[in-house]
């Protein structure tokens, strides 16, 4: 299969997996686990007093947009190897010249470079 | 994943860091070692920062009706050991945990046992294993990655139960794992798929370097 059709339907395998449980369970409130965690202890442990609080806690607009800013520097790098990636491949083909030449030459040989 | 600051007793606030700061030091050698050996994996070493990134800042709905998200250690493991995978996730703790309030200082020790050490030496492992008994990079690398990222939320488990056992030890796991497990399962294959995509690129794109990144396995 070609690799971009294999990614895309990938892709979009994550995008389903990830849009169902609106489907299956539409009434649920999807609260974050971390947050669930934490008032679990309270059943376990009732009375437990957590004995020191985070030294700042960013309003939720703040907080919403450094979780976005944690994505988007994530996502500049990766998309900057992908693009990188890129341009080599296509540099190599261009040094490589068209593959309908039969006499190439020895310097026309494979030239790429991992 | 991520304790909530104060939500861990000093005990295993000490316990915790203890355990945790031998794996990040020899991980922080590890990458200055690299870096010096081999200066061209720095950008690949910059990618695996960057889905650990990406992934642990995602919020993701799961079917049991609440929400979670990956942890992205897969692709550090499988490409630079457990160890290196710790000092980077140590750094995206850190940076949540000042910044956004999400986990916590005194929490960090465990946070980062759960998400830069078992798990992915859980993903390491079972990526060796499974190269070792001839399965495919395709296959292999989704299960590490769903592996990485179920057994972090397992260690929280454990953690948790530790500090409050209430009736017993196994009673309390049961309890956290039903919160943490579950919703996990959907977030980690989502991961594991996504991990497949960029490790089946890398292996057409950069096939020696990956290569030498496996060195063999």
Not at chain 1, 45 to 59: E, F, K, N
Not at chain 1, 105 to 110: A, I, L, R, V, Y
Not at chain 2, 111 to 120: H, K, L, Q
Not at chain 2, 143 to 168: E, H, N
Request: include cysteine; aromatic fraction near 14%; charged fraction near 15%.
């Amino acid at each position: 299969m070609d690799d971009q059709l294999k990614y895309g339907l990938a892709i979009l395998a994550i995008v389903l997996l990830f849009a169902l449980p609106f489907f299956v369970n539409p009434s649920a409130k999807f609260g974050g686990a971390d947050d669930a965690g934490s008032r679990a202890i309270q059943t376990q442990q009732p009375g437990y007093v957590r004995w020191i609080l985070p030294l700042w806690t960013p309003p939720p607009e703040t907080e919403s947009m450094l979780f976005a800013l944690q994505a988007a520097l994530g996502a500049l790098v990766i998309g900057y190897f992908i693009g990188y990636e890129k341009a080599r491949s296509d540099i190599s083909k261009i040094k490589e010249g068209p593959h309908d030449k039969v006499n190439n030459g020895p310097e026309g040989k494979d030239k790429r470079k991992d | 994943m991520h304790i909530m600051e104060g939500f861990l007793p000093p005990f295993w606030c000490v316990f915790w860091y203890a355990l945790s700061a031998p794996f990040v030091i020899y991980g922080a050698m590890q990458v200055g070692k690299l870096f010096k050996e081999h200066p061209e994996r720095k950008l690949i070493m910059a990618v695996c920062g960057a889905f650990i990134f990406v992934l642990s800042s995602l919020k993701l709905p799961s079917v049991s009706g609440s929400s979670s998200h990956p942890t992205g250690t897969g692709l550090s493991a499988m490409l630079f050991g457990f160890t290196v995978t710790s000092l980077l996730s140590t750094i995206v703790l850190i940076f949540q945990a000042l910044l956004m309030a999400h986990g916590g200082i005194t929490t960090l020790g465990a946070d980062v046992f759960s998400m830069g050490i078992v798990g992915p030496a859980v993903g390491f492992y079972a990526f060796l294993l499974m190269r070792k008994f001839k399965f495919g990079l395709g296959p292999t690398a989704f299960t590490a990655a769903v592996l990485a990222d179920w057994a972090t939320y397992l260690v929280t488990s454990m953690q948790l139960a530790l500090a409050f056992p209430g009736a017993s030890l196994w009673q309390s796991f049961s309890v956290f794992a039903g919160i943490f497990a579950i919703t996990q399962v959907p977030i980690a294959i989502g991961e594991g798929v996504l991990i497949w995509i960029f490790f089946d690129f890398l292996s057409k794109s950069r096939p020696k370097l990956l290569a030498e990144c496996l060195g063999g396995k």
